[in-house]
């Protein structure tokens, strides 16, 4: 692979915002190499071809940028350093890091303690653990480095104090805090990247409300009836930022939000 393309790498790619975000880069631009994460190549093979087989009727036009798979469990430790050895030894830099992979826990019976854990690993630890392993790529890149955190609205502290927020009736506190903690995380990346005078750009990233299959592939119509947008809303914006159109966002002053503008921390 030229190493002169925009490496990206996308993790939970596989499916909803993620797979529709390797779709919507690989269709803007020739200039993007994608690396389509999934905690199985299996699976990653099989959103591959979905997209080959489907981009040609989307609305966004064929596919113009490339695409690998990578497998990448962000739970697990071995499964993230391997994925960083096979980008560093395949294009030996990387561009962007997109950290979308995130689970809800759903399981009927299962404990606060076991919730949060379960939650913690997957939307806390493995990106931690990630961009950290990952820094020494992205400081080789011949580009502005972007590290986007997939975030969420229900990770404010501000909007869940306020009593006229649209989604205040929303409990999911293990999910909450989980996003509270990415939020917390991605203003610690900003404030050190820039004390270290490298300007890479890093946000917490608001999606939406959208149609995924966050809350289990049985709960996407249920989703829809309660109008929820879909899932490549939020893949054009991550794309706007990535192509640096959104760098007045951010600033570091808020959660970025799909629509524009930031959320309150």
């Known amino acids: 692979m030229a190493s ?26 020739p200039d993007f190499h994608i690396l389509l994460g999934a905690r199985s190549i ?3 093979e099989k959103a591959l071809s979905e997209i080959r087989s489907s981009a040609a009727a989307h609305p966004g036009g064929p596919l113009k ?11 697990d430790e071995a499964s993230i350093r391997a994925a960083a050895s096979r980008i560093e030894s ?3 830099k990387l561009d962007a890091l997109i950290n979308n992979a995130g689970i809800v826990v759903t399981r ?32 080789k890149s011949n580009k502005t480095p972007y590290i986007i955190h ?18 205040k009736g929303v409990r999911a506190e293990a999910y909450r805090m989980s996003k509270a903690a990415m939020n917390m995380m991605a203003a610690c990346h900003g404030y050190n990247y820039r004390a270290e005078g490298l300007g890479w750009k890093v946000c917490a990233f608001n999606p939406g409300y959208c149609v995924t299959n966050l809350t289990g592939a049985e ?25 640096g159109k959104r760098d007045g966002d951010l600033a570091m002053s808020g ?3 799909l629509d524009g503008g930031v959320l309150p921390w």
């Open 90 to 92: 395949d294009y030996g």
């Open 42 to 44: 299996e699976r990653g």
């Open 4 to 29: 002169e393309k925009t490496i990206v790498f996308i993790t939970g790619a596989n499916s909803g915002i993620g797979l529709e975000t390797v779709l919507a880069l690989s269709q803007a631009s």
């Open 255 to 257: 959660i970025v939000d």
């Open 150 to 167: 997939v975030s969420s609205g229900l990770g404010s502290v501000g909007l869940r104090l306020d009593p006229d927020d649209q989604y």
């Open 108 to 139: 009927p019976g299962c404990d606060t303690l076991t919730n949060l854990r379960e939650t913690f690993e997957t939307n806390v630890f493995g990106p931690m653990l990630l961009t950290e392993v990952l820094e020494p790529l992205l400081k």
């Open 219 to 243: 709960d996407r119509e249920n989703r829809t009836q309660k109008g929820a947008r879909p899932a490549r809303d939020p893949a054009e914006a991550l794309v706007e930022i990535v192509q």
């Open 65 to 75: 940028g490339t695409i690998s798979v990578i497998q990448i469990d962000v739970s």
